[in-house]
């Protein structure tokens, strides 16, 4: 997560802000439950689009890590090759917890402020 953009993109506008990390937090349990069962059905043009989706909505917030997984998945989706999904699924879940705590710090800092 890159705040310096973040700040920039969002300014002092926490209330917009707040809304889509509140957003982004259902969403992305919902798409990540969905690229699961699409790894696991063998759903590649559903995985494809689905995982195109979520890295579309997490480049709001400026992390390339994750933006990248969710890139191997679409093209894994594209490819009909999921060989390693679940491997980059199970780093894709564990670095969309850790930016749902930062986005939370974030938030949170801001409030106090």
């Keep these: 997560?890159?705040?310096?953009?973040?700040?920039?993109?969002?300014?002092?506008?926490?209330?917009?802000?707040?809304?889509?990390?509140?957003?982004f937090k259902?969403?992305?349990?919902?798409?990540?439950?969905?690229?699961?069962?699409?790894?696991?059905d063998k759903e590649y043009h559903q995985l494809m689009i689905v995982a195109h989706t979520y890295k579309g909505v997490v480049a709001n917030f400026y992390s390339n890590e994750i933006e990248e997984c969710a890139f191997k998945l679409e093209k894994m989706g594209r490819e009909e090759d999921i060989s390693n999904a679940q491997n980059i699924l199970i780093k894709l879940i564990e670095l969309d917890k850790i930016l749902i705590t930062e986005l939370e710090s974030f938030l949170n800092e801001k409030k106090a402020s």
């Design 26 to 40: 259902i969403e992305s349990k919902k798409m990540i439950a969905d690229i699961e069962k699409f790894i696991s």
């Design 1 to 23: 997560m890159d705040i310096e953009k973040i700040k920039y993109e969002f300014g002092d506008d926490i209330e917009i802000f707040s809304e889509l990390v509140d957003d």
